[in-house]
């Protein structure tokens, strides 16, 4: 099967220091408030569907989404292949970033927008990354929206479920085709029960991310990063700004109580646990995801116009 890929020549590269760059695309006006979005372990910008941008376009609001360092058309690290299986048993060694550095890519990438302050909403990994970010960055964050994440650490009733560790862990094929089923087969195992995934939409939105850069050590060293980053718990006692965590109910990789950990621990944060989701983001859900992002936005102070530096 081929695939086009309509987005490349939008994206832009942010250099965020230390030979890091960050790809990255905006959508609409650069003058309305900016919304950031960060996606999960191993998933590229396009994890956020395009259509998906369009609609928080339409509730007023400028988009961005980006490659996390190590993965798409950003800056790969180097290093080798860490040992994920010894990190799974908390040995994490010395990695090559933490999540911290990640939410560094992120100011930085604002810095490179010439934006003060934005929304921050992420998804997963990209969750943890802007919990980070809004621990770590007050003055830049306007409202968190943390989907399907957790507070990190090594409890039971926070980790990642023991039957989907195995996703985690697993090594996708170098194929073209084969990676693009091995998507299809994960999703179908971790995603939502009562919106199932359209399984040849998927297939394609995989080999455009295949296309774009097939990187399974990237994938790896992001897991590690998650690992080493250990128990957030504390720093989320640090968050100021409006925030509202989503949640699936059927979540067969992140349970529930992750996300209730997460609201439990931020001062005034709202949760919302969706009933027959789980561990992705169904279409047929984008319509109450977005207006619960618009709506917890709407809480923020306004933000501040786009300042030079």
């Not at 990994?125 to 621990?135: N, Y």
């Amino acid at each position: 099967m081929i695939v086009e890929d309509r987005t490349r020549d939008r994206v832009r590269i942010a250099d965020a220091g230390g030979g890091i760059g960050i790809a990255y695309e905006s959508f609409g006006r650069p003058s309305d408030p900016t919304m950031l979005l960060m996606m999960g372990l191993g998933m590229q910008m396009l994890g956020w569907d395009e259509e998906l941008c369009e609609r928080l376009v339409d509730r007023g609001f400028r988009v961005v989404r980006f490659d996390n360092r190590d993965i798409g058309l950003s800056t790969k690290v180097g290093g080798g292949t860490p040992n994920v299986l010894a990190g799974a048993l908390g040995l994490t060694g010395s990695p090559r970033y933490t999540l911290a550095d990640m939410a560094g890519d992120a100011v930085a990438l604002l810095d490179r927008l010439e934006v003060e302050r934005a929304h921050v909403v992420g998804a997963s990994m990209g969750g943890m990354i802007g919990q980070t970010l809004a621990a770590r960055h007050r003055s830049r964050v306007l409202s968190l929206c943390s989907i399907m994440s957790g507070p990190g650490g090594r409890r039971p009733s926070v980790m990642p479920r023991p039957s989907a560790i195995g996703a985690l862990l697993a090594r996708p094929p170098r194929e073209r085709e084969a990676y693009a089923d091995f998507v299809a087969r994960l999703f179908a195992r971790i995603g939502s029960p009562a919106f199932p995934a359209d399984r040849e939409r998927l297939r394609e939105r995989s080999l455009l991310m295949y296309d774009r850069c097939h990187y399974p050590t990237g994938t790896a060293r992001q897991l590690m990063a998650i690992m080493a980053s250990g128990d957030r718990t504390a720093e989320l006692r640090r968050i100021d700004c409006p925030t509202l965590v989503i949640h699936g109910r059927e979540d067969k990789l992140m349970p529930p109580r992750a996300g209730e950990a997460v609201a439990r621990e931020i001062a005034g944060a709202r949760i919302e646990l969706i009933e027959g989701m789980g561990h992705d983001l169904p279409r047929e859900l984008w319509p109450r995801i977005t207006d619960a992002i618009a709506a917890n936005a709407a809480r923020a102070r306004p933000a501040a116009t786009p300042v030079r530096r």
